[in-house]
């Protein structure tokens, strides 16, 4: 198998975290959606990370959707990360919104230091979405006694917090007040000191069209 995409993108990182908990054998190709598209398109027009190359050739793309394939290649006695029933219920509806922030802190970044002058409805905007639905996974990790989300095992939705909070906290350092959300901080502490998840690290770096 081989991964796509540079472990500084919360997505892309969630999978290699995904690949390495189940002890998968994959190839990591650390390109960039800028300065390494043409060899991207190769494999997938879109040219998006994460991107997903099967033993059998076949590319996949989107996060959510690659782990669905990663969990039936793992089996059901390999895919620790999954959660049958109401809690994978659970977990989809808390990795959608960690996702979402994430996805919305790409495009709050990309609105501050792509253009000349960032369009401030749109910054409000997102710095509101990103702000209110923080709060809700505040409340929900909180609100959760166990040591993980559901248990005392990690799984998919304690993965896509810890990989959405490192992104945002690292991509945007200064436009929040990142104390108002502390269990969240501590969670995603406890889960970046396992080993996984420093086997697959790397600080944000913005990279911009044209460079590398």
Known sequence: ??????YDSPFVRRVGIALTTYGMAFQHKPWSTFGDADKIAKLNPLRRVPTLVTDDHKAYVDSASILVVVDDIAGPARASLARPGAQGHESLQ???FAAGVADKGVSLLYERVLREQAFPLWVERCQAQI???LD???A???GRATPYLFDGALSHADVMLTTMWGFITGALP???DWAKWPALKAHAAMCEALPAFKAVNQPYKLVRPGEG
């Open 174 to 176: 200064d436009e929040f």
């Open 140 to 142: 929900e990790r909180a």
């Open 136 to 138: 809700l996974l505040e």
């Open 94 to 96: 808390i990795c959608g």
């Open 1 to 6: 198998m081989m991964l796509i995409g540079q």
């Open 131 to 133: 702000v209110e639905t």
